[in-house]
T-cell receptor
């Protein structure tokens, strides 16, 4: 069965600083990987996804993530944090059967002025 | 519709009562999923529907939980004899295909509080 581990349930950065949210997964087959963002009292919004092809994936709002098979990682980065980036971020992997997403526990990003 | 619609957005119920949560997916999306998000926890898979196939109920936590999807569109999640531990945000999502390779589109959720 797949699993997803997000290191750090809370991450705090200063406005303008680099954002790095960590995600490691386990999967016995080449995975499909996703990052979602959840703003307060809203549903989840897709940030970016990796299915095949280029391992560096660019998403919305200036975020990107790199699939590293050797490290079983799919870390999310953004060069310069904005106050509006404060939210909860979820990493997810598609199941082996390809029929549902398994989510990590989430990381709450706080941005300090 | 333009997005996934869930109703009600908030529900407060007394312990022991039954509740129904509704999800209206994006038109044409064949797959529909229910997840539960408890305070301070990640998303817990409950059930999914794909077209006319039998649903995968493997994530339902107890037999008090059931769901149906009528006409391949609207879905209802029913919780019978609610307990306090059922308090959570229930999220519905739909996708163009079961593989979800286009990503899921989530609704805003129903916040259920059992008192």
């Amino acid at each position: 069965a797949q699993s997803v581990t997000q290191l750090g349930s809370h991450v705090s950065v200063s406005e303008g600083a680099l954002v790095l949210l960590r995600c490691n997964y386990s999967s016995s087959v080449p995975p499909y990987l996703f990052w979602y963002v959840q703003y307060p009292n809203q549903g989840l919004q897709l940030l970016l996804k990796y299915t095949t092809g280029a391992t560096l994936v660019k998403g919305i709002n200036g975020f990107e993530a790199e699939f590293k098979k050797s490290e079983t990682s799919f870390h999310l980065t953004k060069p310069s944090a904005h106050m509006s980036d404060a939210a909860e971020y979820f990493c997810a992997v598609m199941s082996n059967a390809g029929n549902m997403l398994t989510f990590g526990g989430g990381t709450r990003l706080m941005v300090k002025p | 519709g333009a997005g996934v619609s869930q109703s009600p957005s908030n529900k407060v119920t007394e312990k022991g009562k039954d509740v129904e949560l509704r999800c209206d997916p994006i038109s044409g999306h064949t797959a529909l999923y229910w997840y539960r998000q408890s305070l301070g926890q990640g998303l817990e898979f409950l059930i999914y529907f794909q077209g006319n196939s039998a649903p995968d109920k493997s994530g339902l936590p107890s037999d008090r939980f059931s769901a149906e999807r009528t006409g391949g569109s609207v879905s209802t999640l029913t919780i019978q004899r609610t307990q306090q531990e059922d308090s959570a945000v229930y999220l519905c999502a739909s996708s163009q295909n079961l593989q979800g390779t286009y990503g899921y589109t989530f609704g805003s959720g129903t916040r259920l509080t059992v008192v």
